[in-house]
């Protein structure tokens, strides 16, 4: 199949997938998506004990696709643009120090208690893994999915400071997170034995710092072009936004900076909340409505993509793994329950928190995408042994459906009890 096959594709499954849950399910749309499209799966493969060539075509097509280049190198861009722009900017700014110790501090605490539960627990279950890929692991799951968080949180009447923290550590800490697992797996790969902290502080440094300055040097320059053309082409200001992602995200990558730190930044700058009428007139509602339509169709390709990559991923899966897969989940929790409370804890001295932050935090920092895409992207390196990819991966996929579905559906609940 071309790229266009499989675009359209995903276009008419969104679609139907959409009417369906609009008609029937009425969840949420990224946990009705994924619900059917995880449904339609399984359909398949049982199908597929009877009829094996419609598994294995199914399971085909989906491998044509490249969830991870498709994901990381293209859509995460995006997404992380349109969902940046919808941010107050002043409200952001209010809320900059539980932001930035949260997505930077928390999310490494997070990799360090998942990776070392994983290496003193796994091997109960008769599993062994070197650390260094338990701490890959780790990585790639601490971060939440700004993604999942946004759209759901576009549901709930929060107060708008909370909502900013939980949003905007979301944004921030994938952008970490991505660049904490490239960091770690870099050291995987020289061995720990060339471990140089220096070095990996430096590396750390350039991505993160690189990226944020990037964007904020594309975000004045994006803004002060749309502030000229001043809403009279409403197309050419879409058209600006358009290439300032995509150039942005290849240059990002030349120059070996985190890309989605930049699109963070330059979707803040080119926003229109929390600045006064002048400056928030530069950007035109059109540009507002196009990427809300662009956001919206690319969620429904992701989340529908997540459902249906359990197609590849079950012909590796054995039954003893599944209880893998649920120790893996409460693994994961205790690491984002640790990521979290103790930054707040500690910054509780100085700065309010609102009622029922932390667990909301907690609770709410849903996984998606952007694991199953990292996890993914070990099988292109093969000193990762295959065992310890298949494991990983698994375990990935069972933190990211329970995620989505358990812990997305019970947010409300959360909701009603802390408020």
């Not at 599993?127 to 946004?150: K, R």
């Not at 708008?160 to 949003?167: D, F, M, P, R, S």
């Not at 690491?335 to 609770?363: H, N, Q, Y």
């Amino acid at each position: 199949m071309s790229i266009i096959d499989l675009i359209t594709l995903l276009l008419v499954l969104s679609a139907a997938f959409t009417l369906i849950n609009i008609a029937y399910l009425k969840l949420p749309s990224t946990i009705g998506l994924m619900l059917i499209a995880l449904i339609s799966s399984a359909l398949v493969l049982l199908v597929g004990i009877l009829f094996p060539g419609i598994a294995q075509g199914a399971e085909h097509i989906i491998e044509e696709f490249e969830f991870k280049e498709v994901l990381l190198d293209i859509m995460l861009n995006f997404l992380l643009f349109a969902g940046a722009l919808s941010m107050d900017l002043n409200t952001m700014i209010e809320e900059k120090v539980p932001i930035i110790i949260l997505a930077v501090f928390g999310t490494l605490i997070s990799t360090f208690v998942v990776g070392a539960l994983v290496f003193y627990i796994f091997p109960l279950l008769g599993i062994e893994m070197d650390f260094i890929y338990c701490l890959l692991f780790g990585a790639l799951i601490s971060p939440t999915d700004p993604i999942a968080v946004l759209a759901l949180l576009k549901k709930f009447n929060l107060s708008k400071n909370l909502e900013i923290k939980v949003a905007g550590e979301s944004l921030f800490n994938d952008g970490v997170g991505v660049v904490v697992f490239l960091t770690i797996l870099g050291v995987a790969e020289r061995g720990m034995d060339t471990f140089n902290i220096g070095e990996v502080g430096i590396l750390f440094g350039q991505e993160v710092f690189g990226g944020l300055l990037l964007g904020a040097i594309l975000g004045y320059l994006g803004f002060k072009i749309l502030l000229f053309i001043d809403n009279d082409y409403v197309e050419l200001e879409v058209l600006v936004t358009l290439s300032l992602v995509m150039i942005g995200g290849r240059f990002a990558e030349s120059i070996h900076v985190s890309a989605p730190l930049a699109m963070v930044i330059l979707g803040l700058f080119i926003g229109n909340k929390g600045r006064d009428e002048k400056l928030a007139n530069a950007t035109g509602k059109y540009v507002f409505k196009f990427w809300h339509l662009l956001d919206e169709t690319l969620n429904a390709m992701l989340f529908i993509l997540i459902g249906l990559e359990m197609l590849v991923i079950a012909k590796d899966v054995t039954s003893d793994m599944f209880l893998l897969g649920a120790v893996g989940i409460l693994i994961v929790l205790t690491g984002r329950s640790i990521g979290v409370s103790l930054p707040v804890s500690l910054m509780s001295l100085k700065i309010k928190f609102e009622k029922g932050a932390t667990p909301l935090l907690i609770w709410g920092g849903l996984r998606g995408g952007i694991s199953v895409a990292l996890a993914l992207s070990l099988s292109d390196f093969e000193w990762i042994p295959s065992d310890f990819k298949i494991i990983i991966l698994f375990a990935t996929y069972c933190v990211v459906v329970f995620s989505i579905l358990v812990q997305g559906l019970t947010i409300p609940a959360l909701l009603r009890r802390i408020q």
